[in-house]
């Protein structure tokens, strides 16, 4: 079953004059992640904004856990949980403050609201700071505080836009560990991204969108193939190099190119690591010792930039 | 009703602010308190007025009636401040009722105003304000202070969800008070403004809001260019007429803006 389906979706700013979406389609499957990958601008979090019910498409069609968000968005409001690119606390109350309060606006009994928001302080290793005011917390504590309030009532779907932008590689970390907790037991979960090795790390599916459409769609490997297969690269001494580019030729039966500086030689190869056994084989009889070696795969920055024609423009970490 | 009890859940969240950061509290209660010492010690000496316990018998009411209306620009900045966080996307992706989110807000405000109302009463008695009409007469102009503040409330609402920038929001509510407040008969008789801009004076909600409350405290009214018409008759009624049209136009333009609001 479909727990997101967003179709043909159109939005525009300004008058028209521009195009946040443009015809954008996508759906999650239950219990899935499907991670939203694109550069800044590419539609994101204007797909999440409509799917979250805080906006309304100019023409399509959009259902969550099969309520049409633009004909009864107040139902849809009582399955999801959202948690934005910024963390949407108040800053001035302690986590465990906010944590009540939005309980209660999810209608819990202060009682209820109370046990919920201990439970969620201890999972996101919050506890020891539930009582000071959000302003004194890391970037990390407070994505993962805004991550908690969006949890209060098990939603049966959930919009996480960029939760890791703007932290630091150990926050990055902590988030994704606390992603990963969430996505075993079950969530639906659709994430955007502008970090291509946070999709590859997270996702079941990927769509990647630029322009307001998804130019792309597949899992994590897919997305790989459909640029190319693996290449195979040695690294070997400057006396060696001759012999070597033939092995690899005659191995990969495909031209070998030579990186002069690094003295490492390459080719494409289909048979991945029977390829690379046959070449350390050939080598070896040879005489030839290997400095370094390995099967390359397409990084998700090599399936954007043959995508889009264009690199992802990731934004520098804050 | 969870309307309401949403409602409340944001007003506690303010009351909460308060009790985290008392700061807040004290400097909102400190500044009307100063104006009161200021006008009373600074211009109290020098502006004439036949009134007998002198110029602080007049100035409290326009005081009291400047400080609610400053409640605009309270109410504007606190919601432009939870649109640049992000929390009002976050309300609005609650199950809650959409007005719970103003409706609560505008509560919190006026909760604030009994606070310093209450403070400012106290330090105008200190320096020699005493109402001389009842105590029914004195809490109704309390009450009608509040609703006048309440009432301003929506239209910080409004301002708030409608600027980008809550430095914008501090700058547009001080466009909008400041000229409404002193452009009166709240510190200053209007006779002696140049006759164009008495009646300008005259009208304005907050001179018939400064002129309901001196009656309600006891007091003799004073206009000068519209004397006989139905504001300088009936301060009263025209101030709750300007309240009504202020809620008519401004709380459902503000709750259409906050169910559009998008930063």
């Known amino acids: 079953m479909k727990s997101v389906i967003a179709e043909n979706l159109v939005k525009t700013y300004n008058k028209g004059k521009v195009k946040a979406l443009d015809g954008l389609s996508l759906d999650v499957e239950e219990g899935t992640v499907l991670s939203v990958l694109g550069p800044n601008g590419a539609g994101k979090t204007t797909t999440v904004r409509i799917l979250a019910t805080l906006l309304s498409p100019d023409s399509g069609n959009a259902t969550v856990g099969g309520i049409d968000v633009i004909r009864h968005p107040e139902k849809v409001r009582e399955i999801i949980g959202l948690s934005g690119q910024y963390a949407a606390v108040d800053e001035t109350l302690t986590g465990w403050d906010n944590l009540v309060m939005f309980g209660r606006l999810y209608h819990l009994n202060k009682k209820a609201a109370v046990k919920r928001a201990d439970e969620l302080l201890e999972r996101f290793s919050l506890t020891d700071s539930a009582k000071r005011p959000i302003k004194t917390y890391s970037g990390g504590m407070r994505r993962r505080l805004d991550l ?73 490997d897919a997305l790989k193939k459909e640029v190319g297969g693996e290449r195979l690269e040695v690294v070997v001494d400057q006396a060696n190099i001759a012999k070597t580019l033939e092995i690899v030729a005659r191995v990969s039966g495909n031209k070998a190119t030579l990186d002069e500086g690094l003295r490492r030689i390459s080719a494409p190869v289909s048979t991945g690591s029977m390829a690379l056994m046959e070449v350390l084989r050939s080598m070896d009889s040879e005489g030839i010792h290997a400095l370094d070696v390995g099967l390359k795969r397409p990084s998700l920055d090599d399936v954007f930039m043959s995508l889009t024609g264009h690199a992802a423009e990731v934004e520098e970490v804050k | ?98 007005s719970a989110l103003i409706l609560g807000r505008t509560l919190g405000d006026s909760l604030l105003n009994i606070v310093v109302l209450a403070v400012m009463g106290i330090a105008g008695f200190v320096v020699g304000w005493r109402p001389t009409s009842g105590v029914f007469s004195i809490i109704l102009a309390f009450l009608f202070l509040l609703f006048f503040g309440y009432a301003l409330s929506w239209v910080g609402i409004y301002i708030g969800l409608s600027a980008r920038d809550a430095r914008v929001v501090q700058n547009v509510s001080f466009l909008v008070t400041f000229p409404l407040t002193f452009l009166s008969n709240a510190f200053a008789p209007t006779t002696g403004m140049p006759r164009p801009l008495q009646y300008v004076a005259e009208w304005n909600p907050v001179s018939t809001m400064v002129a309901a409350c001196r009656q309600l405290f006891g007091l003799e009214n004073e206009f000068g260019a519209t004397a006989g018409s139905f504001p300088s008759e009936n301060p009263l009624t025209m101030s709750l007429i300007y309240m009504a049209i202020i809620m008519i136009i401004f709380v459902p333009m503000s709750v259409k803006k906050y169910q559009n609001a998008s930063n």
């Open chain 1, 148 to 220: 908690a309030a969006s949890l209060i009532v098990q939603p049966k779907v959930l919009f996480l836009d960029e939760p890791t932008t703007g932290l630091d590689p150990r926050g990055r970390q902590e988030m994704w560990g606390v992603i990963e907790e969430l996505v075993k037991g079950g969530v639906t979960l659709l994430l955007t991204t502008q970090y291509l090795e946070e999709a590859d790390q997270l996702a079941d599916d990927i769509v990647v969108i630029d322009h307001g459409k998804v130019i792309a769609r597949g899992s994590s």
């Open chain 2, 1 to 98: 009703m969870n309307a309401i009890s949403d409602s409340i859940v944001i007003t506690k969240r303010q009351l909460l602010q308060l009790a985290r950061v008392p700061e807040v509290l004290i400097f909102s209660t400190i500044q009307p308190v100063m104006f009161v010492l200021l006008f009373r010690y600074v211009f109290g000496g020098s502006i004439e007025t036949g009134q007998p316990g002198g110029y602080v018998q007049l100035l409290m009411p326009g005081i009291f009636v400047q400080t609610v209306a400053f409640t605009l620009a309270a109410t504007a900045s606190g919601l432009a401040e939870d649109m640049k966080k992000g929390l009002i996307d976050r309300f609005r992706s609650l199950p809650i009722a959409r």
